[in-house]
């Protein structure tokens, strides 16, 4: 839970501060500019003056020791209340067992649903505690967490709680999703509209009278739940009020991306098999392509086209997945790494995509950028330029974190 | 340095330990076998017993919290000392240089090379004592070095000299590489032949003379050092008393690891290219294959054939080939991820080629199992299973490390 807004703070001696650019980033070509020998003013949680050369005296002053400064990130999709891991699944995947055998085993996603409906709320709550502490000491000050592997009212409501728990005890800014519709349970297993009519759609409607997400999210794929189940699941999202988000043409090219844009959703996520004119609508509806190049990285996918969808207008978000499956990987800096190893985003591109595009797509419009006016969210890296986030794959480069002019985390 | 031997301790609590077993390894399939509720008893710095249950009563007791214990890491193959980082040409890249560009622009190999002859010895040993800090903190206790971009008399001594220094201030066994032969110098850029006869044979006598490697390595490429040179360094290296190291077929197969058996050389290193015929040369001989994905995954390269070679018999070792350029990995458990995640290696013959084969392909045979008679070199995990440092790409496990009994690492 973000502070409301915390202490005046003056940072001075950093040796760069590098953020994007706000106009720059609306019209999905970002610009990051860099001020040498900088201080940060921060009053009352938000940013008031950003310069270089002499600060102003503040009360309450931070020496950056000449590290850099960018704005602290944005992790908008992951996974990150679960019970129990699933290396067991990884390891006789690697001896050769394939994805049947994993299911005949009980693994797959539906072997999370079992464990995650046996935890009670505070075991949950407390996992995801110990996973927020983890994203912090990477620099994420804004998180969105999903449920979606309790695939029952009950266990739905109960992740949902957990997350509301955990965010309430950490100093991560947590956004929560309602995911009912991630999987099909095994009571419903040849019925998904039968699970979407009688559990996720009237679900929606409790979970935004006891304000427990601000969005709802559906997983659209064949097998899983197709375009005409989508589109029910995210109306009824709108109709109570909510935000949409879309797991779109991850695996085929089912047309999730332009449901997106005839929905205007926020966000649609993962996008590996987007068809291009598909995703020309999303530019022009403005929903943000969030991508997560994580999964590909861990299942051997092919990854996203971002240098396509950055190159024709798309504004380009980045997040983990993380999950005990598909994507174990809880660091949003290996991520920065990834986007530009594997899918030829510039480091420019990166700090945009982790940083306010990732906050906008969340609603956050009030940070991700350091300038005037904006969240006082700081991270200081030790490093000569941010750049070395994603040159240094596994490097562990952040110092310090600031949330609102308060710092939450400080390296030793 | 590693202490000779130092403290008596138990360790105790031990929720499971796991180790790779002595004899399976050397027929090059390695087994790991897992004690679960375990304890471990260490006498003048040498494990003399690993048993299940209750514990015996020793003087210094550490208790392991129920975590996962591992022989401690060994890195075979970095380039850790060097002076100025490659993030400029990293930026390039992506941003569409192609090689001849970064040339131009005074990047690649040489510009290292410049930086670290303009660097003060000291210079170049601090910067090497922190990353060996770096490692240390995801569990390394053995690492090996190599010079190699000083590429004159003075440089490469200095390089050496601040490999020796920062080696005496780590709680790391540091093990010396003279990698003259590493590139060819501007002064010599059409006459390899000529700096190999001028400087770097001559240097290897030096070198030897003043304790100042272990190894000699030398890097066969086309355009860089052939077959016959590189026959010629790695036999000079063997007539002043050094083991023997082979950078070889990392772009193209020229037959380095023939080389490599011929010479019954300690490890041949990369090995992206290399022939069946040479690979199983390689094996009959005894040469531990050290298989570097970080390196491919940077580049895009297509991986080495791990699965092949363990599959045939070779013993495989793995390394981060830390280096500014090529690979700024210095995270030992990314290498774990990527070996099983791209080279379908087992978390069982991954935690052998991190551990006893690394080991043993740096002639330290004392270390890398958990057994008696072995060092007693720990480290304890935050995790339910080994496997974890594989499964969980980015993730920060290393709880403490214990090196002969003493701990020289917490987390915080």
Known sequence: M????????????????????????????????????????????????????????????????????????????????????????????????????????????LSTVRSTRAAAQKELAAGLQGRLDEMLSRGVLTCEV???????????????????????????????????AHAVPDE????????????????????????????????????VFDLQLADRVLRAGRRAGLGLRIH?????????????????????????????????????????????????????EPYARARWMIDHGLTVALGTDFNPGSCPIIDISL????????????PDEVLAAVTINAARSLGRDDRGILASGFRGDVVLLDAEHFAHLMYRPGASLVHSVISGGRQVYCRK
Chains 1, 2 share one sequence.
């Not at 602290?72 to 994805?99: K, M, N």
């Not at 005839?262 to 987007?274: N, V």
């Not at 022009?284 to 999964?295: H, S």
Request: glycine share 10%; net charge negative.
């Open 248 to 300: 779109a043409d991850e695996m085929e090219a089912l047309g999730g991306a332009g449901l997106a844009a005839k929905l205007q959703c926020d966000s649609a996520e993962h996008l590996l098999s987007a068809r291009d004119d598909d995703l020309l609508r999303m530019r022009d509806a403005k929903v943000t392509a969030v991508l997560l190049p994580g999964t590909a990285f861990v299942l051997g």
């Open 146 to 180: 999903k449920s979606g592997y309790g695939l029952d009212v009950e266990s739905e409501l109960k992740m949902l709680r957990a997350i509301r728990s955990a965010g309430e005890q950490s100093d991560i800014d947590v956004v929560s999703t309602f995911l009912g």
């Open 188 to 223: 419903y297993q040849d019925d998904p509209a039968g699970y979407i009519d009688d559990v996720v759609i009237p679900l929606i409607d409790d979970v935004a009278d006891l304000d427990l997400a601000e969005y709802v999210d559906v997983f659209c794929e064949p097998g």
């Open 2 to 109: 973000l502070q409301a807004y915390s202490a005046d703070l003056l940072i001075h001696n950093i040796g760069a501060l590098s953020t994007p650019v706000a106009d720059e980033t609306e019209c999905g070509v970002p610009q990051v500019e860099t001020v040498n020998d900088a201080y940060l003013v921060i009053v009352d949680g938000v940013i008031t003056e950003v310069g270089s050369g002499s600060p102003p005296a503040v009360g309450n002053a931070l020496d950056a020791g000449g590290r850099v400064a960018v704005p602290a990130f944005c992790d908008p999709h992951t996974h990150a209340v679960f019970a129990g891991w699933r290396c067991e699944e990884f390891i006789s995947r690697l001896q050769g067992a394939g994805y049947k055998d994993i299911l005949a085993a009980g693994g797959g996603i």
């Open 335 to 346: 991520i920065m790494s990834l986007a530009c190893l594997k899918m030829q985003m510039t």
